[in-house]
């Protein structure tokens, strides 16, 4: 059987669980022949109970707000200036980068793009649409020259000319 | 959320300025009566604007008896005599924009017609008992 000397330096491992199944193996079958390295690691367990009660109780012990009540009176307060042009900075350039700029403008002209597309693809329509007529007799419609369009009620008596 | 509002304060001002739709607004209608016949050829001058639209008729010669230009507004009538004691009235039904919905009745008999007017369209009414030819333009506010 081997000295203690290796297995004493892996006890901190054997704790943390960060030996390798092998030598995990290894450290148990010694400690279960060697009361010297059970004492040992009895007292690196003990001891790390209590360090990380220490620990536990001072950080929840510990003044935080009076810490950063300290370190806030260390820190310059900004002057009215500062301040305006703070708050002008904030309404003036909402966009705090180049970036973002450069998205903004990309976002517009997808909306306008959108807008304006109904208006540039529609096709165009004629400058006079008759939507309804009634009449007794022969009603004719017809798209003229010239923004014009006809509607000719014919006479209803037979015989008369219609269009040329 | 201060990028989201700038974005939709963007997109609102485009949007509105490129959807202005005036309401309410009044429409200028010009108003023609014209007399046709088949005898001669003559053509009065200042119906050269339609001559080319008058000559697809089966008249010969036209010529103006009155010629009016009216204001209306949205409901509003324009009414003018033709021969024959007809009348033809106008109504401006709706003006929006460029356009102009009208409803147009010749008085005393049942013919009636409506029409949507762009500014500068007209519309040729060939009411054929009579020979009379009523041409209606929009001309805009």
């Known amino acids: 059987m081997p000295g203690c000397g290796p297995f004493r330096s892996l006890l901190e491992k054997y704790l943390d669980e960060a030996l390798l199944p092998q030598e995990r193996a ?5 400690l279960r022949g060697c009361r010297r390295c059970q004492g040992e690691l009895e007292e690196l367990t003990a001891l790390r109970a209590h360090l990380r009660e220490a620990v536990e109780a001072g950080v929840a012990d510990a003044p935080l707000a009076r810490i950063w009540e300290g370190v806030a009176e260390r820190l310059e307060p900004p002057t009215i200036i500062e301040r305006i042009w703070g708050a002008g900075k904030a309404l003036f350039f909402p966009f705090r980068s180049l970036k973002a700029l450069a998205w903004g403008a990309a976002a517009a002209l997808v909306v306008l793009f959108l807008v304006t597309l109904p208006l540039v693809t529609a096709p165009p329509t004629p400058s006079v649409v008759v939507e309804s007529v009634e009449s007794e007799g022969s009603v004719m419609i017809f798209q003229g020259e010239d923004e014009i369009a006809i509607v000719w009620f014919f006479e209803e008596e037979e015989g008369k000319e219609g269009m040329r | 959320m201060k990028k989201l509002f700038f974005l939709g304060l963007l997109s609102a001002f485009f949007i509105t300025s490129f959807s202005t739709v005036a309401l309410g607004e009044e429409v200028g209608i010009g108003i023609r009566v014209i007399l046709a016949s088949h005898e001669g050829k003559a053509i009065d001058a200042r119906l050269q604007d339609i001559q080319k639209n008058l000559d697809t008729l089966n008249y010969s010669s036209y010529q103006l008896l009155q010629e009016r230009s009216f204001l209306l507004a949205e409901g509003e009538l ?5 021969p024959g004691k007809k009348e033809v009235r106008v109504k ?10 009208i409803a147009v009745e010749i008085l005393r008999t049942e013919k009636k017609a409506k029409a949507t007017l762009k500014k500068g369209g007209t519309l040729l009414i060939v009411v054929e008992d009579d020979d009379v030819i009523v041409a209606i333009s929009a001309q805009g506010t």
Do not use: F, I
């Open chain 2, 78 to 82: 324009a009414q003018l005599p033709l």
């Open chain 2, 92 to 101: 401006l039904l709706k003006a929006q924009g460029e356009t102009a919905e």
């Open chain 1, 26 to 30: 290894s450290v148990e079958r010694h």
